[in-house]
């Protein structure tokens, strides 16, 4: 180990990371998967160390409080699935968690320059003033509509507008695919950004015949299960949280829980195979310091891969996960009186579809969400700006942004006078975007964990991009890494 060190012109490990001692693993990047994967291998008992470029952990997961108002940046709330549930119980931090505000009622969706709230029944469906009549007949002859022959990939738009038409297209998926993605659903693939629902078309031949089904399946598993229930706890599983102070509160637990191990400020600049084992170099620019590992786990963005030194054979494997696209989006969270806002904010937020040419995708009702979001007298909005749709827009100043999102928030939700609170995050490269072919990428990664044991993927890039999605997806390549351990002796 001294020797191979030597030879790169590198400085040795030192004492504190004895690699001889027990198995070693190395995890790059710092966000939710990363942190995740460094805990769930660390209760494990091996020996692990996360290298994170930026000066905290957390990635996108970021939160600012300033005059008693709370901004997150990144994720707002998390759906709380069992991994979730189980990672902040081991983290000790159950007491902090908050669950969405009863308050939180609509979801909104802006058609004719008015916030409209979205159907979420049947019989809301039919008298939602969303969707003219021919199309929620469209809508009703949904299960006459013939399966697909091929099994090409489609997107989004091809997919929705096939099935449901053109206008639920526009007033009903565009602006959730904008929530979600940031994204164009002419561009995303329906299989990889919404494969549950694309699998009811396969499975059942009919979005409305197989919601009908699986909502039977469910109801007669829950009655199944029902004898044998044993009394226990309530479970958070299924409902929205946050935590009190900010989603935040999350990697700064997981980076708390991980203590040492957690370099930050130690950017990777080099992986590649020696032996059997896998040689990474870290550190600030004019101090690296190389170590000898028996795994690396590479939970970064896709394109970070791309700006790294990697070997010839591992960047051919890898070159399609390097074009993923990921769209430029700027959050700006604003404050204002609550008397100068006319919209009732009653619930989660509000979404624009393309077709009404606005310069936001969405906004949150954050105080209406959560509370402690602003001071008393005051409400909080979260604006997102950008995207696939209009990527020039996120990237212009402040003042501009500001301007451009108060004229919509004024039009749409009877906004007056002057925020007293702006706080505005640009992030260039924002959601990796599951295009149409996305198979490609997954194939490709697929491909560079066979071709390349014991260096592994991870990502929001191939899991989902949802905050549980990157729990489960930490927690998986965590279960491989420690198979591929065991194996290795």
Same mark, same amino acid.
């Not at 507008?161 to 993605?181: C, K, N, Q, T």
């Not at 549950?196 to 409305?208: A, I, N, T």
């Not at 040689?279 to 000898?292: I, K, Q």
């Given at each position: ?5 030597? $030879? ?173 993605? $940031? ?7 329906? $299989? ?298």
């Amino acid at each position: 180990m001294r020797a191979m060190a030597e $030879a790169t012109g590198l400085p040795p490990v030192t004492g504190g990371d004895d690699d001889d001692v027990r198995r070693t693993v190395v995890v790059v990047g710092g966000g939710i998967t990363g942190l995740t994967a460094a805990h769930a291998l660390r209760r494990r008992g091996v020996h692990v160390t996360l290298y994170e470029a930026a000066p905290q952990v957390g990635g996108a997961m970021r939160t600012t409080h300033a005059g008693g108002f709370l901004a997150e940046h990144g994720p707002n709330s998390i759906l709380c699935t069992p991994a979730a549930e189980q990672l902040i119980a081991q983290l000790g931090i159950d007491d902090e968690v908050i669950e969405v505000s009863a308050a939180a009622q609509h979801r909104y969706v802006v058609r004719g320059g008015v916030a409209r709230a979205f159907p979420i029944s049947p019989l809301a469906m039919l008298s939602t003033p969303l969707l003219s009549w021919p199309a929620k007949l469209r809508v009703l002859m949904e299960p006459l509509v013939r399966r697909r022959r091929t099994q090409a990939d489609e997107s989004i738009a091809s997919f929705i507008e096939r099935r449901l038409g053109r206008e639920v297209l526009d007033y009903a998926v565009d602006p959730f695919v904008a929530g979600i993605y $940031a994204g164009d659903p002419d561009a995303l693939s329906m $299989a990889h950004a919404f494969p549950q629902v694309f699998d009811l078309e396969r499975q059942y031949g009919s979005l409305s015949k197989g919601l009908m089904a699986t909502r039977r399946e469910a109801q007669a598993a829950r009655k199944a299960a029902a004898p044998a229930a044993l009394p226990s706890a309530p479970s958070r599983a299924g409902r929205i949280i946050a935590f009190l102070d900010g989603m935040q509160t999350l990697p700064d637990a997981l980076g708390a829980a991980l203590g040492d191990a957690v370099r930050t400020d130690c950017p990777v600049r080099l992986v590649h195979r020696h032996q059997s084992r896998w040689m990474v170099e870290a550190g600030a620019e004019g101090a690296p310091h190389a170590r000898l590992v028996d795994a690396v786990v590479m939970a970064t963005p896709a394109h970070v891969l791309a700006a790294m030194e990697l070997p010839a054979a591992l960047r051919r494997d890898a070159a399609p996960i390097e074009q993923v696209a990921y769209p430029p989006v700027s959050t700006l969270t604003i404050g204002f009186r609550r008397g100068d806002v006319a919209h009732p904010l009653d619930g989660f937020g509000m979404l624009v579809p393309r077709v009404e040419r606005r310069s936001v995708l969405g906004v949150l009702f954050n105080s209406t969400l959560f509370p402690e979001r602003a001071p008393e007298g005051h409400v909080t909005l979260t604006c997102f700006v950008g995207g696939a749709r209009q990527p020039e827009r996120a990237r212009e100043a402040t003042d501009v942004l500001v301007e451009r999102v108060l004229h919509d928030l004024r039009e749409l939700l009877g906004v007056r006078g002057e925020p007293v609170f702006a706080s505005h995050v640009y992030w260039p490269r924002a959601i990796p975007q599951y295009g149409v072919g996305y198979q490609a990428v997954k194939d490709a990664a697929d491909a560079t964990e066979r071709q390349n044991p014991g260096l592994y993927l991870a990502g929001n890039y191939r899991t989902g991009v949802s905050v549980g999605d990157c729990i489960v997806g930490g927690l998986g390549v965590a279960d491989r890494v420690a198979e591929y351990l065991a194996r290795a002796g």
